[in-house]
């Protein structure tokens, strides 16, 4: 599939360098993704989001496990395998997710307990663009207001993710996780 929106090829000038170098992490062994080269196209909208992003990955409340979870979560119900197998080789491992956790984000959530009242949240966000008091009060017994803001705009924010990768056909990374192997 051809990406509608064509992400940018080196040479880059020098300011789309700098912003490149800003998206990924210091000493990367890869080049930078195929997302940040496309978003790069739009300078203004590309480091409004990267620093979005950056409040998530890098200075967020939540644990790296539940954020990981709620991001792989949002992604597969939105069918963004890009952004979804991204996060699965690029941190899955490193917050404690295992493989049964990793595939249980493409599954219906089942279960009461802490990692299915996560996924649900998201469920419920995805299908109503609310949650139900069951769910929050679950997840408010467990996290301070502050972190329930995060999750809430994590979860807006990486379905604003999944629309650009999903709409702008962005072709897979090779090296990423893919959802059918989960």
């Excluded at 069951?134 to 803001?149: K, Q």
Aim: hydrophobic letters at 45%; a negative charge; charged letters at 20%.
């Amino acid at each position: 599939m051809t990406a509608r929106i064509a992400p940018l090829t080196p040479p880059y000038t020098p300011e789309v360098q700098a912003s490149l170098e800003k998206w990924m992490p210091p000493g990367a062994a890869v080049e930078p993704l195929v997302l940040f080269r496309t978003m790069a196209r739009y300078s203004l909208l590309s480091d409004r989001m990267r620093g979005l992003g950056a409040v998530f990955l890098g200075h967020g409340l939540l644990p790296k496990r539940v954020r990981e979870l709620l991001i792989l979560r949002t992604c597969a119900r939105c069918h963004a395998e890009y952004e979804w197998g991204v996060h699965v080789t690029a941190f899955a491992a490193l917050v404690g997710l295992d493989p049964e956790a990793v595939a249980s984000t493409l599954r219906p959530a089942s279960g009461e307990d802490l990692d299915a009242v996560l996924l649900r949240f998201v469920d419920e966000l995805h299908d109503t663009g609310t949650v139900s008091d069951p769910t929050w009060e679950t997840l408010a017994s467990h996290f301070e207001p502050n972190a329930m803001l995060e999750m809430l705009s994590m979860v807006g924010f990486y379905h604003a993710i999944s629309f650009i990768a999903n709409a702008a056909r962005l072709p897979l990374e090779p090296w990423a996780a893919r959802m059918s192997g989960a």
